[in-house]
């Protein structure tokens, strides 16, 4: 009932930008965050960043200053812009969601998109 669509992954060179971008769609009634995780192989997943209801936002200490998300005007779209790409900043991207639905508040997660940052 609830449907995370990630896009923009790739294979990018050390010191280039990518834009990834995640719609959410269901009938989810409230949403109080979207953000972006990320899974590096055989490492747990991190919080990458994440955007409130009231537009505030939470960085990694490692992407502070090189990575932005923000989100379109109704909500469900959140974007997450990287610049300065780092081989360590390689690992699958995974859209997140934090909303209520029938009364429960709930996490919802996307598939995943690879970003690989290698030269």
């Known amino acids: 009932q609830v449907q995370l669509v990630e896009s923009g992954g790739g294979l990018v060179q050390p010191g280039g930008s990518l834009g990834l971008s995640c719609v959410a769609s269901?009938?989810?009634?409230?949403?109080?965050?979207m953000g972006w995780y990320r899974q590096a192989p055989g490492k747990q997943r991190e919080l990458v960043a994440t955007?409130?209801?009231?537009?505030?936002?939470t960085y990694a200490d490692s992407v502070k200053g090189r990575f932005t998300i923000s989100r379109d005007n109704a909500g469900t779209t959140v974007y997450l812009q990287m610049n300065s790409l780092k081989p360590e900043d390689t690992a699958v991207y995974y859209c997140?969601?934090?909303?209520?639905?029938?009364?429960?508040?709930?996490?919802?997660w996307g598939q995943g998109t690879q970003v690989t940052v290698s030269s």
């Open positions: 997140n969601l934090d909303a209520w639905l029938r009364g429960r508040r709930n996490d919802y």
């Open positions: 269901g009938s989810f009634s409230i949403i109080n965050a």
């Open positions: 955007i409130g209801s009231g537009i505030s936002t």
